[in-house]
């Protein structure tokens, strides 16, 4: 998976990932919202955790979209990308 996110988002070890709220799409935790990723630097990084020599994590200020559930991140290897979900 972490291949093809280097690709994809043009990342290098030790680059880091941040996971936020969208407005608009599809969510099933949030109505209206949708998960949104961008290759950035932590901030203040509330949640975070490293993998695969990224850094992913969620702003303070974004947390609330999560609304208590952990996200699991899975990749599809017959589509070649990652697919998002959550756990209470």
């Known amino acids: 998976m972490y291949h093809v996110l280097k690709e994809e988002l043009i ?11 969208r407005y608009g799409g599809y ?35 974004d947390l609330w979209y999560f609304d208590g559930h952990d996200l699991e991140i899975r990749f599809e290897e017959k589509k070649a990308e990652p697919t998002f979900h959550y756990h209470k």
């Open 11 to 21: 990342l290098e070890d030790g680059d880091s990932i941040r996971f936020f709220p």
């Open 27 to 61: 969510s099933p935790i949030q109505s209206g919202f949708s998960l949104g990723i961008s290759p950035e630097p932590v901030k203040d990084g509330k949640v975070k955790t490293e993998s695969g020599g990224l850094t992913f994590f969620v702003e303070e200020e």
